[in-house]
C-alpha cells in the first residue's frame, strides 16, 4: 500500500469503511492538522471492535477523545505530573522496583515467564505509586485492562469490565476527594478546587485512561525489546560494550515495534487533501503508526533493527497535540530495565522457540502473553 496507493479505503472490523495513510509524512501531516477530530463518539470514526461507539458514548470523553478546546486545559492541568525532572525524581524509586523484581527473578525457578516476573510488575507498580492505586489491586485492573484491549471479547464482557475498572477508580477518586493524598490523584484534587476545571466524573475517566495506558504499553514493550535483544545477540552485545548507548537503542525499539495504532485515528471535521487524496468531512482516517515508522523513504533498511539508528522522530507516542502524555516515564522505564537486566542476566535466553511464543494479535496493544526465559 505504501509504495502503490499510500492513502487507501479500507474495510474497518467493526463495519464502515475509512482512510489508511501509510506514509511517514502524511501520518505526521494528518495528527497536526486540527481539522482531524480523536471524538470516538462521532459517527465517522473508526470502528476496531464492533459496539466501540455504544461503548465511547457511555462515559465522559478522555484525553485521547477530547478536541479542542476542551483538549487543551484538560491536558495541561495534568502535563505537568510528567515533564523530564519529575520523571527524574522518580528514577531511585524505578532502580529499587526494577531491581527487586529482577532479584526475585534470579531467586525463583527456570525458566521464568519475563511478563509476569518483570514486564508486567514493573510499570504497573511505577504507575500505581504514581497515580495512588493500591498496588495490591493489580490483578483485579490488569485483567479488566486485559478484556477492554482485547478485539475478539464480546461487547457485553468489555462493558462489563470497562464499568467494573471506573466503579473500583471512582471509589478510589471519591475517598481522595475526602483526603487528598500526595499522589497524582490527590494533587488533581486539589488542583480542580483550585482552578474550578474538572469534576468527580472528568477525574475517574482520567484515572482509568492513566492506569491502562501506564503499564499496559510499557509492560508490553518491555517483552517484545527483551526478545527483540535476545534475537539480535550482536546488537545486545553492543548496549553490554556501550550502556550509555541505551536511551539510543530504546528509540528504535519503540520505532521497530510500534505497538499502538488504535489511538491515532481520526474523523475528518472538513474536507481535507492528504498525501494528493480528498478526505471527506465525516470520513474515518487511520494514520498507520507501524507503517509509518517502517517508512523506507526515511529510514533506510527500515525492517532491520538497528540500535544506533537513534531517530527519535518516530510516531510510536503519537504525534501532534495528543502525543503520548507519559512518553517520559515510558522512555526511562524501558531504558532502565534493558539496562538492569542484562547487566544483572548476562546469559538470558529464550526457553521456547521464538516462533512458538504467544503474541497479542488480538489485542489493541501489540505485546506477548508469555515469554518464557531462563538463564
Known sequence: MREEAPVSRVTMPGGGT??????????????????????RTNPGFPAFTEGQQQLAARFRKTLISMDPPEHGPARRMVVGEFTVRRMEALRPRIQEIVDEHVDAMLAGPRPADL????????PSLVICELLGVPYADHEFFQ????LLLRRTEPVPRREQARDELRAYLDELVTAKEQDPTDDLLGRQVLKQRETGLGDHTDLV??????LIAGHETTANMISLGTLALLEHPGERARLDEQPESIPVAVEELLRYFSIVDLVTARVATADVEIGGVLIREGEGVL??????????????RPDELDLTRGDRHHVAFGYGAHQCLGQNLARMELQMVFGTLFRRIPDLRLA?????????????????????VTW
Open 18 to 39: 475509512a482512510w489508511a495513510l501509510t506514509r511517514h509524512e502524511d501520518v505526521r501531516a494528518m495528527l497536526a492538522d486540527p481539522r482531524f477530530s480523536s471524538d
Open 287 to 300: 494514520g498507520l503508526g507501524n507503517s509509518a515508522n517502517h517508512d523506507p523513504g526515511v529510514y533506510p
Open 352 to 372: 521456547t522457540p521464538a516462533e512458538e511464543l504467544p503474541f497479542k494479535d488480538d489485542s489493541n496493544i501489540y505485546g506477548l502473553y508469555e515469554l518464557p
Open 205 to 210: 475517566s482520567l484515572a482509568v485512561l492513566l
Open 115 to 122: 511478563v509476569r516476573a518483570l514486564s508486567l510488575p514493573v
Open 143 to 146: 485483567a479488566r485492562s486485559s
